[in-house]
């Protein structure tokens, strides 16, 4: 299955997040962007792909690890842009070095129990918001809106494990996008140290 490991907002923020986005989805230009449904916004911290079955159980021992060893810590979403002409996100604030080292602990869980991960370059945390159905699309109205998002903070306590089922061509809404298939609590007590 393919697989992402992630921090997922609490609903109350999500809220916050959709009146913004609301407001986007009726800018000029809008039916060019793709839009990502709210249920299955997230901040990916990792990114696994396609996992064999047979690796599911160390997979899931190891994150419990990595979650087990981090703390609990604090984020808002704050700000936005894009990347290249597609992704237009929403961004976030706060305790960066704790996300960066929940996202570096599960990359290297997910690299132990033999999962192939790219090398990745310089993590950036952001939520995606839509993608823009072709090059061409104007991307400056969304992403001044975005720009002005101000979250309230709420405190992350837990890391997800989520499935990502692809469209089936043709088949629509048949699957939820995304399936949040384990969470651990975060249980550390304190940043780089245990
Ligand atoms: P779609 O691929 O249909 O546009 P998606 O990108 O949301 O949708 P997935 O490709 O399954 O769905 O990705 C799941 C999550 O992991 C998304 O947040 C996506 O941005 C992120 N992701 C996907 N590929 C990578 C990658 N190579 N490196 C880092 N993050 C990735
Ligand atoms: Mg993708």
Redesign the pocket.
Same mark, same amino acid.
């Given at each position: 299955m %393919?697989l /992402?490991a992630a921090v997922v907002p609490p609903g109350d923020r999500l809220d916050e997040l959709g009146r913004v986005v609301d407001r986007l989805h009726r800018l000029p230009g809008a039916d060019g962007i793709r839009w990502?449904s709210r249920p299955g916004w997230?901040l990916?911290l990792a /990114?696994m792909g396609e996992v064999g079955d047979e690796l599911l159980p160390e997979l899931r021992v190891r994150l419990e690890r990595a979650a087990h060893r981090t703390p609990a810590f604090s984020l808002r979403l704050h700000g936005g842009g894009h990347f290249g002409r597609r992704a237009l996100w929403a961004g976030v604030a706060g305790d960066l070095d704790t996300l960066r080292l929940l996202a570096e602990r599960s990359d290297a869980a997910a690299r132990r129990a033999g999962v192939p991960m790219?090398e990745?370059r310089g993590y950036r945390a952001h939520l995606?918001v839509g %993608?823009a159905r072709g090059e061409g699309v104007p991307l400056g109205s969304f992403v001044e809106e975005l720009d002005a998002v101000e979250g309230a903070r709420w405190q992350v306590t837990e890391l997800a494990l989520v499935r990502?089922n692809?469209?089936v061509s043709g088949v629509r809404g048949e699957r939820p996008r995304y399936e949040t298939v384990a969470a651990w609590p975060l249980e550390g007590r304190e940043g780089r140290s245990g």
């Open positions: %393919r /992402f990502t997230h990916t /990114f790219d990745h995606t %993608r990502s692809l469209p």
